[in-house]
């Protein structure tokens, strides 16, 4: 009976012993389970206001070289995209109906120069058998008239000359300024005139952005905006700002066309490539959180806020309204105070209201 008794009061004593550890451990249990995190304080910092729109970069100088004269293309000395020298012959047209008018109207001034010389020497013997008294008044008169008419005949002939040999300068096409030829649609053989476009020559480095801003935003268009051109891909290509703002709206667009120039080399830009212009409009302080912070459930943005609660620091699940990026950050609109301690690791795990414990930045 003893035995059975002393058995007894172990059992008691040892479910004693239990229930007093069992009420110890929820504090203990909870520390154990609440997560290590670390947490970013949310600060304020400068975020640009922006507008991204296509743009067009254009040389400042491009040329579209068209014949003066027809004919038939007897030569094509260069190669689409071949740079080339101010002056530099280009293409050839087929100048020997012009030649032949050159031959032609130097025979006639040579005619028309004999003539002049031959009445030159005769006013001249006129002038002194006038002086002699041995021809009359009239007579020195007539020959006076005849060589008029001889110079002015032969200083027309000289000019018409010129004319036309400058004419077969029109027969070379050559390079308006230093550039890089486009492309040379026509061929040798080729009839072409003054409506047929032979080629291009665009100016090298010397770059612009051509961007058509809608009207709505007219009362913020001025010049020296700030505009950051990157390709498609998104990679900045170069930074700079407004130039140029075009006093009427365009009606085809219906947009207000602002320029900024580049700076680029051909390697990365070239004449009437497509690109993306980031208009910024000002910078205002916002609040800025990492972009590892922020989950996405169904279309909305969350972060996890670290809030004590009861004496715990807990995950809060906190919707916010993102805006620009800031380099790997993301500028909040609504959602977040400067000071609240988001977290910004293991957010995959958490779930609103889990215990964390928070280790910094």
């Known amino acids: 009976m003893k035995r059975i008794f002393s058995i007894y009061c172990a059992g008691i004593l040892t479910l004693a012993s239990g229930c007093q550890q069992k009420q110890a451990d929820p504090a203990a249990g909870a520390r154990m ?24 970069i254009k040389s400042r100088r491009s040329a579209t070289l068209q014949p003066q004269v027809s004919g038939r293309l007897t030569q094509i000395l260069v190669r689409s995209g071949e740079r080339v020298r101010s002056g530099q012959p280009l293409m050839s047209i087929d100048a020997q109906p012009q030649l032949a008018t050159v031959q032609a109207q130097r025979a006639t001034e040579q005619q028309k120069k004999a003539l002049f010389d031959y009445n030159a020497i005769e006013l001249e013997r006129q002038h002194k ?25 032969y200083e027309a002939a000289v000019a018409l000359r010129k004319t036309q040999e400058e004419q077969l300068a029109y027969y070379t096409i050559r390079a308006p300024f230093d550039g890089i030829v486009g ?5 040798v053989g080729d009839y072409v005139s003054s409506s047929t476009m032979l080629t291009t020559v ?42 140029f703002l075009s006093p009427q709206v365009d009606p085809t667009l219906q947009g207000i066309l602002v320029k900024a120039p ?10 009437a490539q497509m690109v ?28 996890f806020v670290a809030r004590q609660v009861n004496g715990h ?15 790997n950050s993301y500028s909040v609109l609504s959602g977040l105070s400067p000071g609240d301690n988001v977290i910004v690791s293991s957010t995959q795990f958490l779930v609103n209201g889990m215990p964390v414990l928070p280790l910094g930045a």
């Open 33 to 56: 389970q609440a997560m290590p995190v670390k947490t970013f304080a949310v600060v304020l910092a400068p975020v640009a206001q922006s507008s991204q729109y296509v743009a067009t």
């Open 129 to 153: 058998l006038f002086d002699a008294g041995v021809t009359s008044r009239d007579a020195y008169d007539q020959e006076q008239q005849a060589y008029n008419n001889s110079k002015a005949d």
């Open 183 to 187: 492309d040379i649609p026509v061929h």
């Open 202 to 243: 665009d100016e090298v480095g010397d770059l612009e952005a051509y961007i058509y801003v809608p009207t709505d935003r007219a009362s913020q268009v001025r010049l020296g905006l700030n505009v950051e051109i990157s390709d498609t891909n998104g990679k900045l290509l170069d930074k700079t700002r407004v130039d």
């Open 262 to 271: 580049v700076h680029s080399s051909e390697e990365i830009m070239r004449n």
């Open 276 to 303: 993306k212009a980031r208009v910024i409009w000002s910078s205002a302080p916002m609040a800025v959180i990492p972009v590892l912070a922020v989950t996405r459930q169904g279309g909305q943005s969350f972060v």
């Open 313 to 327: 620091m807990v995950a809060a699940e906190t919707p916010v309204t993102l805006g620009e990026t800031v380099g």
